[in-house]
């Protein structure tokens, strides 16, 4: 079993950029498909970015695609999602999550953290 514990979130204003950060602790993340979701108020939560097993293969929404990078310091068994050029439409509650597959998607997502706050004003 892994523990999930996100920070970073915060109010933004439009253009501004967040750090968010994902501490597992349990096991390492190197032993999961690692990966950034978020549900914003009335929607369903959707994928934003992940992070293969190895650490080799990243991937993006078209929504983040070229502004947000997600990355891991397996020094210290965390997960980062570096959000540039955030605007409104980014504002949701953020979730990091761990997968035990190849690949991480909203349906095989295993372990879930609590969530952090993003907003982000006009």
């Known amino acids: 079993q892994v523990q999930l514990v996100e920070s970073g979130g915060g109010v933004v204003q439009a253009g501004g950029s967040l750090r968010l950060s994902c501490v597992a602790s349990?096991?390492?993340?190197?032993?999961?498909?690692m990966g950034w979701f978020r549900q914003a108020p009335g929607k369903e939560r959707a994928w934003v970015a992940s992070?293969?097993?190895?650490?080799?293969?990243?991937a993006y929404a078209d929504s983040v695609k070229g502004r947000f990078t997600i990355s891991r310091d397996s020094d210290n068994n965390t997960i980062y999602l570096q959000m540039n050029s955030l605007n409104p439409d980014d504002t949701a509650i953020y979730y990091c999550?761990?997968?035990?597959?190849?690949?991480?998607?909203?349906?095989?997502?295993?372990?879930w953290g609590q969530g952090t706050q993003v907003t982000v004003s006009s």
């Open positions: 349990g096991r390492a993340t190197s032993e999961f498909a």
């Open positions: 992070l293969n097993w190895n650490g080799r293969i990243t």
């Open positions: 999550a761990a997968a035990e597959a190849i690949a991480i998607t909203t349906y095989n997502a295993r372990y």
